[in-house]
């Protein structure tokens, strides 16, 4: 906290999270594509190509009639279960072995490269998802973590490292409420959101393969079989271990 | 055995705890949001860059906490954060900030003792879970915020996060004072000097006082305990009515100088980068008077000097870092801060005996190329 | 630089959403005020939104995006003006003085820095300051780091040099791991290339 603390020359410091829902909003205002498909199989040295999740980034909130999120324990829970299950259900129809981290188990380069990251996902968002392209581009997509990534595929015995981070603002009934009234009135209210993306890095050189944003009416992980469609959704186009058809 | 203290009893009964050690939320479903929330914070300050390592320090500071703490000694995790602004924080689930900006500005163990007592009774009086169902009473409806960044402000954490709804965040003016009696309270069954509560407030009136540029804002730890005079004043009140006038005799206090000491350079580099030299002026005062080594405080006080620049800073940094020369235990850039003053002043003789002494004493210094571009001319 | 990109994003959103801005810098000789520098191929010319704070003749140049690498050139500084911008009154910017010296010019940056990233966000520091001429002008080029919290460390290198009594520098951030070393040895060159226009 810190207005102290705040950068004089930017004005208002806000962090990685109102950054990114600022993203995903400017994104679905003019969004050109949502996925990027640089592979469509997966290599491996092992027999399965082999997946590291990393810890997923997924927060299920209550979005009550005063407007405040609030964060619910018991959803984002029961997400972060359903999805590591529906992921392992959904790992095996593409061929891969899916290697869980425990976010209080990871190695320093971890730490790292989960930060570098999510400077990456949102530089993604910006310039290669928005309309904010940049020239040199022309758009072509080699955003890369880089080699350096190898530590992490030695510490797991990994060929990729998938990236997951989700949002969802469930609207309580006095939100629902609230917006019913606000509408008579001619005022727009939000009854919840939802957004997310995905991303898969190749550990042998740091590329990014593959790469899936996801805005609005993905779906629900709170329950197992729900959770399996939000899968689906979210991993569209994944490269396989047999190789895809569909291509988009 | 769980004392709770309702508003009716606080006027009766001494302010208590009200939740024992090793508490963890059971049933409240917002409580145990968030909960969450703060242990996710907790993970993300495990890999801060700005977290210190270094054991000294923070055997220092944990010392202090479990002591102050007692029976709620391992309820709390302590995190010391590379932070020149005066602050300490703590959440829900016991995750405890301090930041270095309150190590230098302390004049005794027992005014860290002070503001660790201050937020532990934050804790003990679950004001957090308080300010959360207050907080969605009082804000209107409105846009969506990602509720960790809405507290997080609230917590004083450097994490960047922030918003601009500081004043709907602070702590109430009862909770405040809730904090203020049973803080100093513990404060002294912790055997720290309880008149230590109120100073560390007229301290930090006193750093704003002498500041050159005033914040158009309070700092970030007025923002959350307002510091007025009224509330110093009140305090000092309170603990001389209740433990007598101030008799401690003013000893120089062996740890914290022991600290202060060891970690100088590294404690005051930060602030020294703020830019502010009025206040950063104050401390070194402090320094001066509680006894830190000389040799370090005059360095510091002839880079003070140095960086403001004013009419007459350049004798007066000169001065400085002669007499941190002849206090014995100089920093070798003492020398060469001294050489580039020369230089200034057009005395490339002098200059080139400090950069000479410089590079002799640190010859390892990672500017030799520069130095030596000078020593060339 | 996240709360640049949140800059970045909610301006887009304030201006209905789809406006570009970057454009391409030609490889080649490039003026950018009085300096001239010599770019290589591959960097975008980021619009004044996208770096809040930038001096109007500044000009900041990114290959991968402001978040992974940035280069900056901020020509001309006049005396008793601070390198970068901003509308607080106590937001206690340190300002550039002609008579300051390589140590005080080093001083200046890293204080410029932590005050860009917010104070009490990013722990700066420098290191190797070295003299090195751009063009007829003896200037000093040093190393420098940042910790910023949320966010990758930031790894880069400042050129700087006066004449005229107004300061020119430069510097290139990247981010660590691999974003810093893909582009540090063009940025450096760039850096090092820079000379003042010769005057008619």
Redo the contacts between chains.
């Keep these: ?19 990114i ?3 995903f ?2 994104l679905s ?2 969004a050109t594509t949502s996925n990027v498909q640089q592979i469509d199989q997966l290599e491996s040295i092992g027999e399965n190509p082999r997946i590291v999740l990393m810890p997923p980034d997924i927060r299920y ?14 959803w ?2 029961a997400a972060k279960t359903n999805f590591s299950k529906a992921l392992l259900d959904y790992a095996d129809t593409i061929g891969a072995d899916v290697k869980l981290i425990s ?2 188990n990871m190695s320093a380069d971890e ?3 989960e ?2 990251h999510s ?2 996902g ?2 993604l968002m ?2 290669h998802f ?7 581009k022309a758009g072509v997509f080699d ?6 990534v190898d530590t992490i595929a030695r510490n797991h015995e990994a060929d990729y490292a998938l990236f997951v981070y989700y ?1 969802d ?1 469930q609207a309580s009934g006095g939100r629902v409420a ?1 917006a019913i009234l ?1 509408a008579a009135a001619g005022v727009g ?2 009854t919840g ?1 939802e957004h997310g993306f995905a991303s898969l890095v190749d550990l042998k050189t ?1 590329d990014i393969v593959w790469f899936n944003v996801v805005n609005a009416g993905v779906g629900e992980l709170r329950d197992a079989d729900s959770a399996a469609k939000t899968v689906n959704a979210l991993f569209k186009n994944i490269p396989t271990a047999r190789g895809t058809t569909e291509i988009e | 055995m769980l004392l709770c203290g309702s508003p009716a009893l606080a006027e009766k009964e001494p302010l208590d705890h009200k939740i024992p050690p090793g508490y963890v939320p059971e049933e409240a479903r917002d409580e145990q949001g968030l909960w969450m929330e703060f242990e996710e914070m907790e993970r993300t300050l495990n890999k801060s860059a700005l977290l210190v390592r270094d054991a000294d320090i923070n055997n220092y500071i944990t010392e202090i906490v479990c002591r102050v703490a007692a029976a709620y000694c391992n309820d709390f995790r302590v995190y010391v954060i590379r932070n020149p602004g005066f602050n300490a924080s703590m959440t829900a689930t016991g995750m405890m900030q301090i930041w270095t900006g309150l190590i230098i500005r302390a004049n005794s163990t027992d005014e860290i003792a002070a503001v660790v007592g201050h937020e532990i009774a934050h804790y003990t009086r679950l004001h957090s879970l308080q300010r959360l169902r207050d907080m969605k009473k009082k804000l209107a409806a409105g846009s969506v915020f990602d509720l960790a960044v809405i507290l997080a402000t609230g917590y004083s954490t450097p994490l960047g996060q922030m918003t601009a709804m500081m004043s709907v965040l602070s702590f109430s003016r009862e909770q405040e004072t809730e904090a203020d009696l049973l803080g100093t309270r513990i404060l002294a069954e912790a055997s720290y000097n309880p008149h230590a509560s109120y100073k560390v407030w007229q301290r930090i009136i006193a750093e704003e006082e002498a500041a050159a540029v005033k914040r158009r804002k309070p700092s970030a730890f007025s923002q959350t305990h307002p510091a007025t005079q009224q509330r110093a004043s009140y305090l000092e009140s309170l603990v001389v009515s209740t433990y007598g006038e101030d008799d401690a005799e003013s000893v120089a206090d062996e740890k914290l100088l022991a600290i202060l000491n060891n970690h100088y350079l590294f404690l005051m580099e930060d602030q020294l980068d703020t830019n502010r030299f009025g206040r950063t002026k104050e401390l070194l005062e402090r320094h001066r008077e509680i006894g830190v080594e000389p040799s370090l405080v005059y360095y510091f006080y002839g880079e003070m000097f140095r960086q403001r620049n004013e009419e007459g800073d350049m004798q007066l940094a000169m001065d400085s870092y002669l007499h941190s020369i002849e206090a014995g235990a100089p920093p070798p850039d003492a020398f060469k801060s001294l050489g580039y003053l020369h230089l200034k002043s057009g005395d490339n003789t002098a200059a080139q005996i400090q950069f000479r002494k410089y590079l002799e004493i640190d010859p390892t210094a990672d500017d030799r190329a520069m130095i030596e571009f000078y020593l060339e001319e | 630089m996240n709360k640049r990109i949140l800059f970045l994003a909610t301006t887009f959103f304030m201006l209905g959403g789809c406006v570009t801005g970057y454009t391409l810098v030609e490889p080649g000789q490039h003026s950018i005020d009085t300096m001239t520098v010599n770019a290589s191929s591959g960097w975008n010319l980021a619009p004044g939104y996208a770096a809040p704070g930038t001096r109007k003749n500044a000009q900041v140049w990114t290959q991968d995006g402001l978040l992974l690498d940035r280069l900056v050139f901020v020509p001309a500084v006049p005396d008793g003006e601070p390198i970068l911008l901003s509308n607080a009154k106590d937001a206690a910017l340190p300002v550039f003085h002609k008579s300051m010296l390589p140590n005080e010019i080093e001083e200046l940056v890293e204080s410029t820095i932590v005050k860009f990233f917010g104070e009490g966000q990013a722990a700066v520091s420098t290191s190797k300051l070295r003299p090195h001429r751009f063009g007829d002008h003896r200037g000093v080029m040093f190393d420098i780091s940042a910790e910023v919290t949320e966010s990758p460390t930031y790894n880069g290198i400042v050129g700087a040099f006066i004449a005229n009594d107004e300061l020119y520098i430069m510097w290139y951030f990247g981010a660590e791991p691999y974003y810093y070393d893909k582009h540090l040895a063009d940025a450096e060159a760039i850096i090092s290339s820079a000379t003042l226009a010769a005057l008619n």
């Design positions: 906290m810190s207005t102290q603390l705040r950068s004089p020359i930017n004005g208002n410091t806000h962090g990685r999270t109102l950054a829902v600022a993203a909003l400017l205002g003019c909130y209550l979005l009550t009639a005063s407007g405040i999120p609030e964060p619910n324990a018991e984002t829970e976010a209080d730490i790292q490269y930060t570098l400077a990456v949102l530089t910006t310039h928005g309309m904010a392209k940049l020239p040199s955003w890369s973590l880089g080699p350096g949002r603002y609230f606000a209210v939000s959101s740091g």
